[in-house]
T-cell receptor
Framework: DAKTTQPPSMDCAEGRAANLPCNHSTISGNEYVYWYRQIHSQGPQYIIHGLKNNETNEMASLIITEDRKSSTLILPHATLRDTAVYYC????????????FGTGTRLKVLA | EPEVTQTPSHQVTQMGQEVILRCVPISNHLYFYWYRQILGQKVEFLVSFYNNEISEKSEIFDDQFSVERPDGSNFTLKIRSTKLEDSAMYFC?????????????FGQGTRLTVV
């Protein structure tokens, strides 16, 4: 089962920052946090991942709390094309390399 | 930009027929996955494949399913005798390695409709 909790849905105004929270209170010390998104029924798209430091790439920023029990994905300037389901995934390190998808957060960017 | 390619994009098959879904992973990637998503439901893990053998499989991946890497570029998922409940989007993914800090890239999927 997914080891994360996300709000089922969020709205964000176009051009504003979208902040998507994720709780992963049972995360282990060597488990990574990954974020993917799925637009309509397309294949999941990789966004970013991190272990404990904050990470930034051309798509987004990932802020992980110091205790690693939660994180926030930030889309700095949301566009209509960012409307999607966003998945926060804690990647198990118990000998399995699979990604376990939960129900995610459905982000709607409003014009 | 390299991408995972899946064919066909849509497959319709009669119940009981065999289907083969094809994937071309990103070149030089070593770890491969199949996932499926029934309409309106979660993305579910089916199987992972590394070094020409299955690394892990889920309960969904029963004897009706098999995977193969027949050559250096293709990765296939075969369903031997399709059932109505096999209707879903099937996604292939690949990653450079199996390490926990390497991301997987997904294809655009094959929509399988069993009638």
């Amino acid at each position: 089962d997914a080891k994360t909790t996300q709000p089922p849905s969020m709205d964000c105004a176009e051009g504003r920052a979208a902040n998507l929270p994720c709780n992963h209170s049972t995360i282990s010390g060597n488990e990574y946090v990954y974020w993917y998104r799925q637009i309509h029924s397309q294949g999941p798209q990789y966004i970013i991942h991190g272990l404990k430091n904050n990470e930034t790439n051309e798509m987004a920023s990932l802020i992980i709390t110091e205790d690693r029990k939660s994180s926030t994905l930030i889309l700095p300037h949301a566009t209509l094309r960012d409307t999607a389901v966003y998945y926060c995934i804690v990647r198990a390190t118990s000998g399995t390399y699979k990604y376990i998808f939960g129900t995610g957060t459905r982000l709607k960017v409003l014009a | 930009e390299p991408e995972v390619t899946q064919t066909p994009s849509h497959q319709v098959t009669q119940m009981g027929q065999e289907v083969i879904l094809r994937c071309v992973p990103i070149s030089n990637h070593l770890y491969f996955y199949w996932y499926r998503q029934i309409l309106g439901q979660k993305v579910e893990f089916l199987v992972s494949f590394y070094n020409n053998e299955i690394s892990e499989k889920s309960e969904i991946f029963d004897d009706q399913f098999s995977v193969e890497r027949p050559d250096g570029s293709n990765f296939t998922l075969k369903i031997r005798s399709t059932k109505l409940e096999d209707s879903a989007m099937y996604f292939c993914a690949s990653s450079p390695g199996g390490a926990w800090n390497t991301e997987a890239f997904f294809g655009q999927g094959t929509r399988l409709t069993v009638v």
